[in-house]
């Protein structure tokens, strides 16, 4: 089936500097890509939908200033967290898809965000 | 926008019982509805998925009912093993793979052997 692979898997960060998340889809070409957050024993929250060469639709409350989301290939996605603060610790979680390609969403295995 | 509510927020069962997890929602146009499984400090597992011509789809212990009418879906796991212990998430989508997912709140279900 599909897989997408999501690195790093665990960063620590010090406030103020910025992290890169990098989602790759390795069999086949993803052309949406979800981001979403999760806080401990919290469901996952949509943070922004990303279609690939087209700017990312952020959701309610989520600052795109501060995660910036680039789309440029249809088998890469990052979403980078810019000058990180504490309260941005997280497990950030990918998600991709191609319309019609029957493993529908796949996920990838979260990147555990500590801002120290 | 959808909202998906999901119960009990925990289950304790007895190994080899059965666990049930429901999930209502409030878009009518949502016609496609998977489970997930979620483990420590790893990203959801697609464990079965239904869409909304269909009421009832099983995969071995696994099950899930679908009641449009009503707005909900349901989780059935039978035979519970320890390995089954996890936190488990519904969904619910407008149009597979284009849109986007809304989660339920999760279920941390404790198989006891």
């Known amino acids: 089936g599909a897989v997408v692979s999501q690195h790093p898997s665990r960063v620590i960060c010090k406030s103020g500097t910025s992290v890169k998340i990098e989602c790759r889809s390795l069999d086949f070409q993803a052309t949406t890509m979800f981001w979403y957050r999760q806080f401990p024993k919290q469901s996952l929250m949509l943070m922004a939908t990303s279609n690939e060469g087209s700017k990312a639709t952020y959701e309610q409350g989520v600052e795109k200033d501060k995660f910036l989301i680039n789309h440029a290939s249809l088998t890469l996605s990052t979403l980078t967290v810019t000058s990180a603060h504490p309260e941005d610790s997280s497990f950030y979680i990918c998600s991709a898809s191609l319309q019609g390609y029957s493993d529908g969403y796949t996920f990838g295995s979260g990147t555990r965000l500590t801002v120290v | 926008g959808e909202n998906v509510e999901q119960h009990p927020s925990t289950l304790s069962v007895q190994e080899g019982d059965s666990a049930v997890i429901k999930c209502t929602y409030s878009?009518?146009?949502?016609?496609?509805f998977p489970w997930y499984k979620q483990e420590l400090g790893k990203g959801p597992q697609l464990i079965i998925d239904?869409?909304?011509?269909?009421g009832e789809k099983k995969d071995q212990r696994i099950a899930v009912t679908l009641n449009k009418t009503a707005k909900h879906f349901s989780l059935h796991i039978t035979e519970t093993q320890p390995e089954d212990s996890a936190v488990y998430f519904c969904a619910a989508s407008r149009n597979f793979g284009n849109e986007k997912l809304t989660f339920g709140t999760g279920t941390r279900l404790t198989i006891i052997p």
């Open positions: 878009d009518s146009a949502s016609n496609y």
């Open positions: 239904i869409r909304s011509n269909v």
